[in-house]
């Protein structure tokens, strides 16, 4: 089974997509795909589709849908040679007590193969291994296609699973941009940044990074715009001023004076 939830919902069965056309079955193949070898109690799927307003009839119209989904795998069965211990589409999606599972097989994830090689940047990271850092955390960063569940309708459940994927997305791209300007990469970060700053107008890390590579490419009068900027959107929008470390930040650049692409500003705190 192959299973892809950053960006569009994409489960394939022997190769064959089983992602149904109607917008509730596929919130609850969303939600069972993202939680792949994990019972899903059916209340928390008809919290799901339904936002704690279920209908009396909600368990039935959810075993209705869990009907569909496997007539869909089915038919991708019938289509190629099933694994090895799958005989039908039960064997897939598994009725536990309570609840459902999808079964993976030991297939492809993209959710945890991006889990997997975030951890292994961030330990690099972490042990000054920059080029090690760059190099897996941009392999993870490659695995999204766009926002998590792209064309599924969401609900308080899935609405939670994205975000927390969003904020693991953000924590790797902070981080694999710390490594690239570590090793002297500013330049070429440049642009990547430039529509970094305008999309997340609040996030301090992101405009930090942005200023120093401003800075070291010799655009001292830029990074220091960047920095009111960003100011000014947090007074206005947020009612708060820059961190600490960002003032700080501004204040090295500032110093620098004309000789600032010479010298190092401090750091941004993330």
């Not at 989904?69 to 991708?76: P, V, W």
């Not at 007590?97 to 297939?107: A, H, I």
């Not at 699973?161 to 694999?176: G, S, T």
Request: proline letters at 6%.
């Amino acid at each position: 089974m192959e299973i892809r939830v950053l960006g569009a919902l994409d489960v394939r069965v022997c190769g064959e997509s089983v992602v149904p056309t109607a917008p509730k079955p596929r919130q609850v193949l969303g939600l069972l795909a993202v939680r792949a070898d994990q019972v899903v109690p059916a209340g928390v799927l008809a919290e799901e589709l339904w936002s704690g307003r279920p209908p009396r009839t909600a368990r039935t119209i959810v075993q209705t849908y869990v009907l569909h989904l496997r007539d869909l795998i089915d038919r991708a069965l019938a289509r190629a040679a099933a694994p090895a211990g799958v005989s039908c589409a039960k064997d897939v999606l598994v009725t536990s007590p309570g609840g459902y599972l999808l079964n993976s097989g030991n297939g492809t994830l993209d959710v945890r193969e991006f889990e997997r090689l975030a951890g292994a940047g961030h330990r690099a990271m972490g042990e000054g291994d920059h080029p090690q850092a760059a190099r897996t955390l941009g392999e993870a960063l490659a695995l999204w296609r766009g926002p998590a569940f792209a064309d599924v309708p969401a609900g308080g459940q899935l609405a939670v699973e994205a975000q927390r994927l969003e904020e693991a997305r953000l924590c790797a791209l902070d981080q694999r941009i710390e490594a690239d300007l570590r090793l002297g990469r500013h330049r070429a970060l440049l642009a990547e940044l430039t529509v970094l700053v305008d999309r997340y107008r609040t996030h301090e890390s992101l405009h930090g990074q942005y200023m120093i590579a401003l800075h070291r490419s010799g655009r001292r009068g830029e990074a220091l715009a960047a920095y009111q900027r960003l100011r000014a959107t947090l007074v206005r929008e947020l009612g708060m001023e820059p961190s600490a470390g960002l003032r700080r930040l501004q204040r090295s650049v500032l110093l620098a004076g004309s000789e600032g692409a010479e010298r190092e500003p401090a750091p941004a705190a993330p």
